[in-house]
């Protein structure tokens, strides 16, 4: 096999953002917008990327140099993800690198990548397209990896470039469906979800998740001992959510975001372009509704009755944001045919 096609879905928060990357649980789910990456082994020992989405193309480095030197930002996680599985003992142990995996110190890399959404958005391109990365390159050179081994390896790729991060939008990308995490995927609890009546809104407003969580960390640097209280306070709605979504109890369920997002406003992640979609939502007859992700913008959620979902899609939209027409619970990294 010389070309393999994989994808992976984007993510959604639930609840627990912000806790997450202090070793809190989070409740998380798969959306149906995917990257999609083509791997291909070629007969030159050269890594070579073309992402047009992020304005990457043509880009090319000697694959002994991968990981070194100016790396584009566009392509950082793939390449950085590349750095990280031809590093990986089971790939580069010298004949078993020749002799199992049919590939020479002569071949090299290419990797195509396309995403069905856009990267304003923030619904975790990067990690979907690092997981795609690590699981491309596993399934062309035979390496077999575990998931759990394709999350440690993507995990590790972020961190690598970010300096923090909870692995929860790796996980997303990884297993899909609908998640129950812990920070650096202490727990990684898929539940047994059939369905899950979400509305997502989009502010218009892109942000920073690390810049966001410093802000967070500097507004409370005096306040230590509140912030501790509304992160296990956080954590307490996240368990108790878990156990209204996976009896699909909707307004138990909604009413626990409700709570999470007030606390998201004191922490002052929330803004007022948000507020106004959140309240548009419930004004419609929402159960609950929140920021999801890092807050500062990008997107809200909402979970709906059937019979208002019109209502609260045409307040939000007249509040100024614009609905974004996503699917939850998508299936994880897979192959393509």
Known sequence: ????KVSAPGKLMLL????VVYNHPCLVTAVDQRMRATVEVINEPIFELHAPDVQVTDYKKPISKVGRGDISKGAKFV???????VRHPEFSSGSRFRNKFGMTREMGIRITTKSDFSSQFGFGSSSASTVCTVKGISEILGLKLTDKEIFDLSYKTVLDIQG?????????AVYGGTLYFVTGGKVIEPLDIK??????GYSGIKTDTVDIVNKVKQSFANKQNRLNEIYN????LVNQAKERLVKMDWEGFGNLMNKNQDLLKELGVSIDKLDRMIKASLSEGAYGAKLSGAGGGDCM????PKDNEQEVKDGIIQAGGKVVNIKTNAEGVRIEK
Do not use: R, W
């Open 301 to 304: 959620i909402a979970i709906v």
């Open 195 to 200: 369905e899950l009546p979400l509305i997502v």
């Open 79 to 85: 390449e950085i993800a590349v750095t990280n599985i």
């Open 233 to 236: 306070s956080i954590e307490v």
């Open 164 to 172: 923090k991060g909870s692995g929860f939008d790796v996980a997303a």
């Open 1 to 4: 096999m010389s070309k393999i």
């Open 16 to 19: 627990g953002e912000h806790t």
